[in-house]
């Protein structure tokens, strides 16, 4: 077998797509490295055609893309936030038309949202 060249890669996150076998192999390849050499040798042996299974595979390796799914996690976080933003100024309005005090308790049950959201828009906006 030639040696495998490490690839200039961009992302951080990576998949191997093995199976059960491949991947106890994999381990043991690894554990190999730093333990008695003869007692892995008759494995290594028997699973040749695995080992070379998995020597393509890593020589083969793709790059998951998590862009877009991490994009659209931010986003989706930033629409809610800007909603429950909304909630607290409009409840801190009507609190004040009311001549009400603006309290976390009170600005919850105004906005219809949760105690500790109220709490976390109201330090927010102080």
């Not at 998949?15 to 050499?37: A, C, H, P, Q, T």
């Not at 994009?71 to 989706?76: E, S, V």
């Amino acid at each position: 077998m030639e040696k495998i060249e490490k690839k200039e890669l961009e992302k951080s996150y990576f998949r191997l797509d093995m199976d059960k076998f491949e991947y106890e192999l994999l381990v043991d390849m690894l554990n190999y490295i730093g333990s008695d050499k003869r007692r892995l040798q008759l494995e290594i042996e028997e699973a040749v055609s695995f080992r070379d299974s998995l020597y393509q595979k890593v020589i083969d390796i793709k790059q998951i893309d998590i862009g877009k799914k991490s994009i659209a996690t931010d986003k989706a976080h930033e629409v809610k936030r800007d909603k429950s933003l909304k909630k607290v100024r409009l409840a801190i309005e009507e609190l004040g038309l009311l001549k009400r005090t603006i309290t976390a308790y009170s600005v919850s049950k105004q906005a219809n949202i949760s105690f500790v959201t109220a709490q976390k828009y109201l330090k927010l906006l102080e």
